[in-house]
């Protein structure tokens, strides 16, 4: 049972590199689901395994079987681990539970701070032009839904970039980036390899926002080059947005221009095989965690009397 439970634990770190290859090799809006579907299995598989490593510990104690109403403290065949994981799975627990209820906090202060600002601003359409001399432009969810565009900004850009960078933006509220950009968030306070899949997550977002924002605008070229100048104009300038409303000067930026310009051609057929592979592992991960639980299950009804061993 222990060793099923650390599987959950252990495939999360296979992640980071699997995503940055998928990214390389799908078309970003298929990668995009691709890692936010494993991402979010393998951070809830991880969280469950780790709670029946917490409980599997806790009931080990007298004192806690009989509080779960065992007539004997839960048995297991390696005594010796049981309580040293148990114990560090406790730690992970805790500490991923408190930096998600501080980032939850502060993302919903961001929100509602920007939410009321584009409000009381005057609206034409979707866009929501702010007087700010710090250049930034964001897509804010809700509803409606909102392109926040700053005036500092729309000074850097000429008019064809400015429609550039709109198209990338409203590609972003059309496609729902934001609630793959919160799932992303809330893996990554589950286990630390997912921190770094967020950000693939984040900079897959961009490129599939990029590649609608060109298919829309018929110019690959002009979408590089707004995107280049927004950065370079909001580079220094701070921003309050929340971490789940995108931004096209998010993410790496000379990747994604170099991308826009690259010519376009077929994707490598190892790119399945790639996406396959991260398919896999969750599923593993998923077999193993939910197997272990079960296990878990059995075991504490053994102890309780409710079965025979």
Known sequence: MIALLLVPVILPFLAPTLARRILGRLA?????????????????????????????????????????EL???LR?????????AAAAATGVLTLGAWTLVRSALRQIRAFRTARTQADRRPAAG???????????????????HRIVVTTAMLRSLG????????????????????????AAELAAHCHPALRTTR????????????ESAAEVTG??????????RAALAGHASPSTRPDFAPAATTGPVPQ?????LAPAGGRPRTAWWTACLLVASTVLSVAAGTTGVVDFHHEVEIAQGEQGP
């Open 28 to 68: 970003p809006a298929t990668a995009l689901w691709v890692l936010t579907a494993s991402v979010l299995a393998l951070a809830g598989v991880c969280v469950a395994a780790l709670g029946a490593l917490v409980l599997t510990g806790l009931l080990k104690l007298p004192a806690f079987a009989s509080l779960g």
């Open 199 to 210: 950000d693939t997550i984040r900079l897959a977002a961009e490129r599939a926002a990029d």
């Open 256 to 260: 994604r221009v170099a991308a826009l």
């Open 76 to 84: 297991t065949p390696s005594d010796r681990l049981v309580l040293p």
């Open 71 to 73: 007539v004997h403290p």
């Open 159 to 182: 008019p064809s970039e400015r429609e550039a960078l709109f198209a990338h933006e409203r590609a972003h509220n059309q496609a729902g980036h934001h609630y793959f950009l919160a």
């Open 219 to 228: 110019d690959r070229r002009l979408i590089a080059t707004a995107i280049a």
């Open 126 to 144: 979707d866009l929501c032009v702010v007087d700010s001399p710090y250049a930034d432009a964001y897509a804010l969810p809700g509803r409606p």
